[in-house]
């Protein structure tokens, strides 16, 4: 980065990743595939970026969500196999053939679309079918009274021209949140998945190659889920309540620097809204961060930043470039100090919790203003 443009960056530490990478390898069972999740530019970490490191370090497979972000990822080099998690129209059929892109099938009539289309183009789609086994999003429905009709056209899927099928999966609900009721619910998506693909596999005859369910709460709190391949995505950048337990390192580190430094009097009102009155003499510091970056405005007078000294906290509504820092008593801070949001010295949490969201939510928000500079 341009040292001259210090204003605001995301520090992303490609050793944490490599090291999250290899402890969660290292906790898998024997032969079982692993799967980047590296949707939304890798949760704010940089697609390409990330992709190359799982390349380079064996992972078997890539996860994102449209169609745009598997092109950027090929357009990069990126030449192992990818999967789109959402839904592509059958149009662009023919991009995902040409692009080796396997392609997320969640309904019996898109099956009968996409080997149509391939059909037509002569060319063979390599399709992973998807149930919904309780998540209640996207998927073959086959819970309670729709389990029958559910094997039946997942049958016909897989039996359709000009389809390979390679994979099949299903996503969890509640696999990161404890209590009874979660493992519960947890248990019974997990059944149900496996005794859907027992029957399917019992009556076609066709056996799925890659049967996969472990997203990070799974990965961590049911080992015994993680099939044929699992699929971390926050696990990997090593954030989640669960990282913890794997010794993981967030790979993120969102830093700031102070623009200006002033004293004002008690009683002076500060931002928009006059949200905030100084309650003392106070040595009050602008940072070049605001809710254009990715800082939501929600956290405005709930939070605190890690600053040279200590934590300063944050007064005043969060402005779309600016915000404001008490920085009393912490004579360390000058103007051009950096400041870290989230990171090592200062939990995602408190912030994520100020913003009434998860970390997933403060990560994927971290705006493309925001340079991201990348630790060897
Ligand atoms: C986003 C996503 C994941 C990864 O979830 P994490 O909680 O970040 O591990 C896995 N599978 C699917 C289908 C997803 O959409």
Redo the contacts with the bound molecule.
Sequence with gaps: MNDLQKRSWAEISLPNLKHNYSHIRAALPEGCRFLG?V?ADA?GHGALAVAGLLQELGADYL?V?CLDEALELRQGGIHMPILI?GHTPHEYTETLIENNITQTVSALAKAEQYSAAAAALGKSLKIHLKLDTGMSRLGFLCAGSYFDGGIDNLCRSVVLPNLETEGI?T?FAVS?EAGEENERYTREQFSLFCRVIDEVERRSGFHFAIRHCA???A?VNYPEMALDMV?????LYGY?DTSGRLELRPCMRLVTTVSTIKYYEPGTSVSYGRHYTTDKRTRMGVLAIGYADGLPRLISNKCSFAVPGGLAPQRGSICMDMCMVDLSGLNQVDVSSEVELFGPNNDIYQLSNAAQTIP?ELLCAVSKRVPRVYIE
């Design positions: 999740v949707k949760y996860a969500s998690l999966y996503h990161d997203n990070s709460g990965v699929r971390p995505g926050l696990l989640g997933y």
